[in-house]
């Protein structure tokens, strides 16, 4: 089992009702993180740094982000812009040696993932392969979408086809997660910031089916925070939830998102 975990950046922070921003949220993160990936050296992860018009985080924690990748961790690009503006900012993004990307929202499109691909771009991991929901957001569809990485067709960034752009797109793992209060059965991306109890089923239904996880969690989950029915806002959680990935998948490998095309076996859809 090959495994990716990957943390959204948002530079924001949950208060019941709402986000508020965090500047820090990085550092304030890694203060509870840094002795979980101590204890696990071999738990890497993939960091996704907002660069937008409302902040560049990337240069406000460069000597941060410098003693992750010299633990082994990646360094990406997470854009939470209007997609008129995504062109510049991916330059900027690149122009800082960045060559990762997730579209904040999940947001894609065929001028999007072109844009991505023209800017040098090699891998994005933007995609949620799931059902449309009445309360998605801005116009995320990912519903044709493949649950393993391919190449986007030009004609259609959501599948893959030929010809293709020259960007592999990594979807991240979307399986039936049971939330309190769901009145229907509902697909969500695997989260280790949720509750155990919750986690565990979900996880063990996907591991039964895939051959590599592509996890996503914002570094405020994992910190203190209000009563939540899926979000467990507990560092110990996290740690929990991952070491179950390890036993459930009778042992896997932690790689960053750069390392996954590398691995064997990857399943990449042909057109």
Not at 35 to 54: G, K
Not at 124 to 153: H, I, K, L, N, Q
Not at 242 to 267: H, K, M, N, Y
Request: neutral net charge.
């Amino acid at each position: 089992m090959i495994v990716s975990l990957t943390f959204d950046v948002d530079c924001q922070t949950y208060t019941g009702d709402a986000t508020r921003p965090m500047p820090d949220e990085l550092d304030v993160a890694m203060r509870a993180l840094g002795p979980v990936f101590e204890r696990h050296p071999e738990w890497r992860a993939t960091w996704l740094l907002r660069i937008d018009p409302a902040i560049d985080f990337f240069a406000a924690q460069v000597r941060l982000l410098r003693k992750l990748i010299d633990r082994g961790h990646g360094v990406g690009w997470h854009y939470h812009g209007p997609i008129k503006k995504i062109g510049q900012f991916a330059q900027v993004a690149r122009n800082r040696g960045l060559d990762l990307s997730r579209v904040g929202f999940g947001r894609g499109s065929n001028q999007v993932m072109r844009v991505l691909a023209e800017a040098g771009f090699s891998i994005d991991s933007t995609a949620m392969p799931r059902p449309a929901y009445p309360w998605t957001r801005r116009g995320v569809d990912w519903t044709t979408t493949p649950e393993r990485p391919y190449r986007p067709s030009v004609a259609d960034y959501r599948v893959p086809g030929s010809p293709s752009l020259p960007i592999l797109e990594v979807p991240i793992s979307c399986t039936v997660v049971a939330a309190p209060g769901d009145g229907q059965q509902v697909v969500r991306y695997l989260n280790p910031a949720y509750r155990p109890e919750i986690f565990r089923k979900s996880a063990e239904a996907w591991l039964g089916r895939h051959s590599q996880l592509v996890t996503i969690t914002h570094p405020y989950e994992i910190c203190d925070g209000p009563g939540h029915g899926l979000l467990a806002f507990d560092v110990a959680a996290f740690e929990q939830n991952v070491a179950a990935i390890e036993r459930l998948s009778g042992g896997c490998e932690f790689v960053t998102l750069a390392d996954l095309p590398l691995q064997q076996p990857l399943e990449v859809a042909s057109g």
